[in-house]
Nanobody, 114 residues
Framework: QVQLVESGGGLVQAGGSLRLSCAASRSISSINSMGWYRQTPGNQRELVAEFSGGITNYEDSVKGRFTISRDNAKNTVYLQMNSLKPEVTAVYYC?????????WGQGTQVTVSS
């Protein structure tokens, strides 16, 4: 079982930056797949960025602007978001899949004003 606690969301003006943090309750070095998803009302949750099977993946629209990183010593995964646009406004969720089950954080709201 993995508990995920997210922070760093908020309101930012278009063109600004935010860094989301996801603190895990156990060592993340043993978790193969971790990443960030987002969801807007009426839509399904979609992948933003992830580490999975030794590969880093990004949703096409965020490439070059968002960066996923991890600090194993702090059991934390980050999502640095730069050049923010209103269309990325959503609830962002941390995700972990150590084996069979999917674990999710509580979500943190990111709102970008135009």
């Amino acid at each position: 079982q993995v508990q995920l606690v997210e922070s760093g969301g908020g309101l930012v003006q278009a063109g600004g930056s935010l860094r989301l943090s996801c603190a895990a309750s156990r060592s993340i070095s043993s978790i193969n797949s971790m990443g960030w998803y987002r969801q807007t009302p009426g839509n399904q949750r979609e992948l933003v960025a992830e580490f999975s099977g030794g590969i880093t993946n990004y949703e096409d629209s965020v490439k070059g602007r968002f960066t996923i990183s991890r600090d194993n010593a702090k059991n934390t995964v980050y999502l640095q978001m730069n050049s923010l646009k209103p269309e990325v406004t959503a609830v962002y969720y941390c995700h972990a899949k150590p084996s069979t089950y999917n674990y999710w954080g509580q979500g943190t709201q990111v709102t970008v004003s135009s």
